[in-house]
């Protein structure tokens, strides 16, 4: 039976754990500032989306946990 080099290369890189970041103080997510303003959450996410258009407010995405997945979540 003929080997695979690369076997060994892919089976570390896809069972390597999943790495998140840490979120800096002051940054939340479109859900944490609905909860947090008491605003529905489609009504905060489009104020949001036109204040990072007119430059009123800035998107990051950071790679965090979200239930069981990590994932990039702005």
């Known amino acids: 039976m003929k080997t695979d080099p690369d076997l060994a290369k892919w089976c570390a ?20 500032l609905s ?21 009123r407010c800035e998107r990051k995405t950071f790679r965090i946990t979200s239930g069981s997945v990590t994932r990039p979540i702005p």
């Open 13 to 32: 890189a896809l069972s390597a754990a999943v790495v998140t970041e840490e979120v800096p103080e002051g940054w939340y997510t479109t859900r944490q």
């Open 35 to 55: 909860q947090k303003l008491g605003k529905a959450l489609p009504t905060m996410g489009a104020q949001l989306n036109r204040a990072v258009a007119e430059g």
